[in-house]
């Protein structure tokens, strides 16, 4: 299922003293399958573009298409349910929003809310907590009574349990460890690969766009500045940090060997990446090293 954006514009609390641009003139499709970060500085709109691709939020202006359905400034709130089965959005720190007794209760909330029977989300809930690493002993415990990273798993099972065709992920590495991390990008890769789910993410991690999106939008001041493959993006560094963004760690390592004399065909993304190309820089000193 595409998302496209047509011209959406977006006003908070229009015609009133606190009235704010959320989005100006934005066109953009998130294609059925993509692995897309949305990147930008602070209040540059990110937030308020998640919001719009399950309808929290109707265009001002514009329209908004997810799969067949048009959201227009008019649309009607009700019937949106489709929609919001379709897309899952987890928002940041989801795991605040754990209320149930036990966390295969929590899981199959969702489902139920949308008129699942009860017997078929409790083994949704099953199969979910499976899906994200936990360990089966935790359905029948309190949410409060997991770690920080596991009560996010819950949370993001939770959404996984809706069966969404488009998972929307509001910084879902903040605030966990490194390990922690690494664990939950490989879960997004796992949904991502083997279950062909589009992946929307808001990330201020470089890092985690060069090594698993393949689409990439930026955002300044509301508007739509950049949208390319991470390749494309990363290709000017000047240009993200004249904007105030970061670039990969490898990639920006890249650029302190090409101070001091070496040539690279293209940007390098990632650790591989760079290995390569340096190999094929000074293949007599690797090859003196191997003997
Ligand atoms: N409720 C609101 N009322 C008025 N203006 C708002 C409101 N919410 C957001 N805005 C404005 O809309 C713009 C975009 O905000 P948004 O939260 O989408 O940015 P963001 O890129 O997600 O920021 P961050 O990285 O800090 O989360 C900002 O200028 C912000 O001040």
């Known amino acids: ?21 959320g989005l100006e003139h934005v066109s953009l499709t998130i294609e059925s399958g993509s692995y897309t970060a949305i990147i930008g500085h602070t209040g540059s709109g990110k ?3 998640l919001q719009h691709l399950n309808a929290l939020l109707k265009p001002t202006a514009g329209v908004v298409q997810i799969g067949d359905r048009e959201i227009t400034p008019e649309t009607n709130n009700k019937n949106l349910k489709a929609i919001r089965q379709k897309v899952g959005m987890v928002f940041q720190f989801p795991e605040s929003q754990l209320f149930e007794a036990t966390v295969q209760k929590d899981i199959a909330f969702g489902p139920q809310n949308f008129g699942v029977p009860e017997a078929e989300a409790m083994a949704r809930a099953i199969h979910m907590v499976e899906l994200v690493g936990l360990p089966a002993d935790v359905l029948e415990k309190s949410p409060f009574d997991l770690s920080g990273g596991q009560m996010r ?3 993001i099972a939770g959404v996984l349990a809706m069966q969404p065709e488009v998972l929307v992920l509001d910084e879902p590495t903040a605030g966990l460890d490194p390990v922690g991390r690494r664990e ?3 879960l997004f890769t796992r949904l991502h690969e083997e279950q062909g789910m589009t992946i ?43 904007k105030h963004l970061g670039l990969p760690t490898t990639t920006q390592f890249a650029q302190a060997l090409i101070q001091k004399g070496f040539v690279f065909d293209q940007v390098p993304l990632t650790e591989h990446e760079l290995a390569a190309m340096l190999q094929a820089q000074l293949p007599s000193k690797v090859g003196e090293r191997r003997e």
Do not use: C
Request: cysteine-free; hydrophobic content about 45%.
């Open 1 to 21: 299922m595409d998302i496209t954006f047509k011209d959406v514009s977006y006003t908070y609390q229009p015609g009133t003293p606190f009235q704010g641009l």
């Open 47 to 49: 937030s308020t573009l």
């Open 153 to 155: 798993r819950v949370a």
């Open 184 to 186: 939950m990008m490989a």
């Open 200 to 242: 929307v993410m808001v990330t201020h991690q470089m890092d985690d766009v060069a090594n698993y999106a393949n689409h990439v939008i930026v955002l300044e001041n509301g508007q739509l500045a950049k949208s390319g493959t991470p390749r494309e993006i990363f290709a000017d560094p000047a240009w993200l940090t004249a």
